[in-house]
């Protein structure tokens, strides 16, 4: 499976807590776009696409929110419930995220700029794709 979670530095005293993000330090790789998800219900699903190369890592900044995680051989659910947790996924991982609890929001790097050409929005091709 591709993805593991990170632990963020937290760096904090009595005026509040800070967690700085950089690329190629405890992001792995270089930050081409941020963007961020809000006001999705808790009925509501999303994701349910896999990237061809494309490397993220998605913090819960408030909230919390599950990930359904596929290979093509192993399916696993992450919990993403703390702004000091990142959840790193790498490319030919499928993503369901689901649960939202309201409020939530999430925050995404992404290794590369947007290309429609870069997703897999079928699974039966992703299946195909990771040779499953």
Known sequence: ???KL????VFGDSRGKLISLEGNKN????IKRVYYIFDTLPDQ??????HKNLEQ??????GACEFLLDDGKTRETVLLNRPD???YIGP????EMRNFSYG???????STQYDEEEYIRDYDEFLHEVGA
């Not at 990170?6 to 530095?9: S, V």
């Not at 890592?57 to 408030?62: F, K, L, N, P």
């Not at 030919?92 to 993503?95: D, K, P, T």
């Open 27 to 30: 992001i792995p790789f270089d």
């Open 92 to 95: 030919g991982m499928w993503r």
């Open 57 to 62: 890592v998605i913090v819960a900044m408030d």
């Open 85 to 87: 947790k990142g959840l």
């Open 45 to 50: 699903d999303r994701g349910k696409h896999a």
């Open 1 to 3: 499976m591709n993805y």
């Open 6 to 9: 990170i632990d963020m530095r």
């Open 104 to 110: 939530c929001k999430l925050m995404v790097l992404a």
